[in-house]
């Protein structure tokens, strides 16, 4: 794997699916992703707490230290697999459907977040995995813990990328929206955080000052 160096960006939108409704699919906006990840992230606070009685402290702690691997795993799947480029047709299409289309439409605000549907199939495809990770060291209840801290990570993430190619970045945090603008537009290969600088500073890929 390695990742593709293009700074080539374009204005309008990107075809996706030939077929209509797959391509409404691909589609969404701020509100409906609040209202369908947010109403997700409450109900699996509720089960945790009350329908799994696990212990306010061990939920606070499994759901804190899932927000922060969050950031790891944005940075990972970010650097090596949406910037994964094959040979391969599949893996090709693989990338362009997942990444490629916001790199050469980066003010596609239709298809910055991720749309409910695939969205909610991803989450429960990641459910599951951590499911069988916390079955396999003996506390499979935890899951409803540790993945609701983990998805809100990802909620935090996805908006703050949309803030940084649709709003004015706020003094404080404006090292972000610089950060992922220069990921964009002249260092594709460096940058690869976009909620944090932290991984990219521990594993070299800062850009040059």
Known sequence: MKTKVTTEHHKGQAEIFKNPFLESLS?????????????????LVYVAL????????????LFVTALFLWTFAEYMLHRYLFH????????????????GNHHLF???TDRILMPPVPGLLMGSALFG?????????GYPVYTW????????????Y?????????????????YLWRHHSIHHYKYPDKAFGVSNI??????GTMPPK
């Open 145 to 156: 813990a540790f993945f609701p801290g983990f998805f809100l990570g990802y909620l935090l």
């Open 27 to 43: 589609k969404t906006s701020l509100t409906s992703n609040i209202i369908v990840y947010g109403l997700t992230v409450l109900i």
């Open 198 to 203: 932290f991984w990219d500073r521990v594993f």
């Open 106 to 108: 980066p003010k596609d």
């Open 50 to 61: 009350y329908d799994m009685n696990i212990p306010f402290l061990t939920f606070l702690i």
């Open 129 to 137: 995995m951590f499911y069988l990770i916390f079955s396999i060291i």
């Open 158 to 174: 996805s908006f703050i990328h949309r803030a940084t190619h649709v709003s004015k970045p706020p003094k404080r945090f404006k």
């Open 84 to 99: 994964w480029i094959s040979e391969n047709k599949a893996i090709q299409r693989f990338h362009f459907i997942m990444h």
